[in-house]
């Protein structure tokens, strides 16, 4: 099993920029991708962006041009740097990794874009 930690988030106003963490512990070995994902109250969870163990990225549409995914294997941390923030991203991102565990959920952090 992984365990994830998530930080970062936070009350930013529109046009701001925030740096979400996860950090990892536990079966990190197992782990062949990790990303993120957002949810807000009545819809279902959505991709934002995932890092493969390769280096490869997947966004979801439209986030590529403003968010940025990034591991840094040494720290065992995922970040998603957000740019140019709006009042629709505002959500809990929910940091997880994939792998031989099956699939890992950190507990939230609150991201609200707001003036």
């Known amino acids: 099993q992984v365990h994830l930690v998530e930080s970062g988030g936070g009350l930013v106003q529109p046009g701001g920029s925030l740096r979400l963490s996860c950090a990892a512990s536990?079966?990190?070995?197992?782990?062949?991708?990790m990303g993120w994902y957002r949810q807000v109250p009545g819809k279902q969870r959505e991709l934002v962006a995932v890092q493969v163990n390769d280096g490869s990225t997947n966004y979801a549409d439209g986030m590529k041009d403003r968010f940025t995914i990034s591991r840094d294997n040494a720290k065992n941390t995922v970040y998603l740097q957000m740019n140019s923030l709006k009042p629709q991203d505002t959500a809990v991102y929910y940091c997880?990794?994939?792998?031989?565990?099956?699939?890992?959920w950190g507990q939230g952090t609150q991201v609200t874009v707001s003036s």
């Open positions: 997880n990794a994939d792998g031989l565990f099956g699939r890992s």
């Open positions: 536990g079966k990190i070995n197992d782990i062949y991708a």
